[in-house]
């Protein structure tokens, strides 16, 4: 457990957890990460992601509700919860805090190989300008000790982008102001006739 | 706090800006009178009223109200040079002011200068120990640079004095909440029910914040004051219906065998599930087939 298992993350997945951070600029954000394990097990493949909560995240009642729902639609379609999207809400704060970790660890237990995924706010800050092809996340996972460590830089246990022009698309997005479009599971259960699952944000 | 009414108002205002139909001014007053945060809206809208000489004396003595208000917004927005020359304007027009002190005190914050700012706040509290706003900044900046346990320090010795600021205990029992501090944050939703009794988010909040405790005795809590928030809401409020179904979810399953119990949180819990299920097939039809499903998996076998 917490060996090498490289996480890869489909664009629609990345794109709308950071979408969903710039919408909520003054909060912690976070999501989670739908997707499933490769058939040898050695990696996690992050195909969709579905924001949830921009207020008083460390509350269990909307956590427990979105995730029997999340579980229930994806799982039919085959895919489990495999990871945990947080954003802090201080830019300059890039430690993993106690309710992000709570909820990993409580991911955990359905998907041993759940990975734990921080907004890195230098990196999205830094992103118009370079020419970055690696997510603006920071990958936490579990080591054996069960504590949740930074992926190692020796290039074990890392998150890459499917797509490499995944940046790029994000970039276009952002100046369009694309994140005004995003609901999350807050935004559903305050309306709900808005739709968590995003149906028609690319289209 | 904004109502649903007051919120959709300033949307449809918004939007009319946006599309070019006008009532910018308007539009900024109403930010003003919720006190709502879109700092980008009021540098777009309002920085072209200032600009022009002419709508600017059209506003007469608002014309300085809106200065602070953009001189506000440009700081949360970064832009310092704009801020500047507000406090600038401000200061000439206003020599020797208190009100434009704190706008120079929160430059320096915005700044990140925050021992400078520090002595600003200060000196200003030695004329008036008082000055709610400025005991506010002060808790800002600890909160602005990580400081949490020092912002709750400053926010209890705050409400000692203001007890009645509702904002106030507000913002005190989500910094605990972030903190995972349920039980202090629990005492302050307390203080927020006894003081205003009818308002269902304070009822549904501290339901929140009981059932994320846990334990039997505190689930029972909860479910009174998610009742109670789904009464004060005429049934309407989707959180208070979920939590509810959660909540009897949750004590069937601590609570088994105890035949009263079950009775009474099954028929609660079936009401509120109908009731969610009514309104999704009204709002949100797509969506339930999953709902009903859902439910059905908190429904506690008998």
New interface residues.
């Given amino acids: 457990m917490g060996g090498d298992s490289p996480y890869e993350i489909h664009q629609t997945a990345y794109i709308k957890l950071i979408l969903h951070a710039l919408k909520h600029r ?1 909060t ?1 954000v976070n999501a989670v990460l739908l997707g499933r394990s490769s058939a040898s097990g050695s990696s996690v493949e992050i195909f969709d992601s579905v924001p949830l909560f921009h ?8 956590l ?2 979105a995730l ?2 999340i579980e ?2 994806y799982g039919e379609r085959g895919l489990n919860i495999v990871g945990y999207f947080h954003a802090n ?2 830019w ?2 890039s430690e993993l ?3 992000a970790k ?1 909820i990993g660890d409580h991911i955990t237990r359905y998907f041993p190989q759940a990975a734990l995924l921080l907004l890195d706010n230098k990196k999205l800050h830094a992103l118009p300008q370079g020419k970055d092809r690696s997510p603006v996340l920071q990958l936490y996972s579990r080591d054996a000790s069960k504590n949740w460590k930074v992926a190692g830089l020796d290039g074990s246990n890392h998150l890459s982008l499917k797509e490499p022009s995944a940046n790029i698309v994000l970039s276009d997005y952002i100046s369009s102001e694309k994140w005004k479009d995003i609901i999350d599971f807050d935004d559903h ?2 309306d ?2 808005k ?1 968590w699952l995003n149906p028609d944000l690319f289209k | 706090m904004v109502s649903k009414t007051e919120e959709e108002q300033l949307n449809r205002l918004e939007n009319q800006v946006d599309n070019g139909g006008g009532g910018a001014w308007e539009y900024l007053s109403l930010l003003i009178k919720l006190k709502i ?1 879109r700092s980008d809206k009021v540098l777009k809208y309002g920085v072209p009223i200032l600009n022009d000489h002419k709508k600017r004396s059209a506003l007469g003595p608002e014309e300085w109200t809106l200065y602070e208000q953009v001189c506000i917004a440009a700081m949360d927005c970064h832009q310092l040079d704009l801020s500047k020359d507000c406090i600038k304007v401000l200061k000439k027009k206003f020599p020797g002011s208190r009100r434009v002190g704190r706008l120079e005190a929160m430059f320096l914050e915005a700044k990140g200068l925050w021992s400078e700012a520090e002595e600003a706040y200060t000196s200003l509290l030695e004329d008036n120990q008082f000055d709610q706003v400025v005991h506010k900044r002060r808790v800002a900046m600890a909160k ?1 640079q ?1 400081n949490l346990s020092g912002a709750i320090e400053l926010l209890n010795k705050y409400l000692e004095i203001f007890m009645a600021d509702h904002e106030a205990w507000r913002e005190l029992a ?1 910094t605990y ?4 501090m ?1 039980k202090q944050a629990a005492f302050c939703y307390e203080e927020l029910i006894l003081a205003q009794p009818t308002v269902p988010l304070y009822h549904l ?1 501290y ?3 009981l ?2 405790i846990g334990g039997l005795e505190n689930l029972q809590a909860a479910k009174k004051y998610y009742a109670a928030a789904i009464d004060l809401t005429g049934g309407k409020n ?2 208070a219906l ?2 509810m179904c ?1 909540c009897a979810s949750a004590i069937g399953h601590l609570a088994k065998g105890r035949n009263k119990e079950d009775k009474e949180s099954l028929e609660l819990q079936t009401l509120s599930a109908v009731a969610l299920e009514k ?2 097939k009204q ?2 039809p ?2 339930l087939p ?2 009903s ?2 439910l059905r ?2 429904k506690v076998p008998l």
């Fill in positions: 003054t912690a207020s008083q995240i460390g509350l269990l009642p909307p427990e509700i029997i729902m229930e639609y809400e201080r300059n704060d805090g106690g309710v709570n259960l305050d709900i006739s739709d | 945060r602005a990580g989500e909440v972030s903190l995972q349920y909040a339901a929140d914040v059932y994320t989707v959180r979920f939590g959660l309104d999704y709002t949100s797509s969506k999953l709902v499903s859902c998996s908190l």
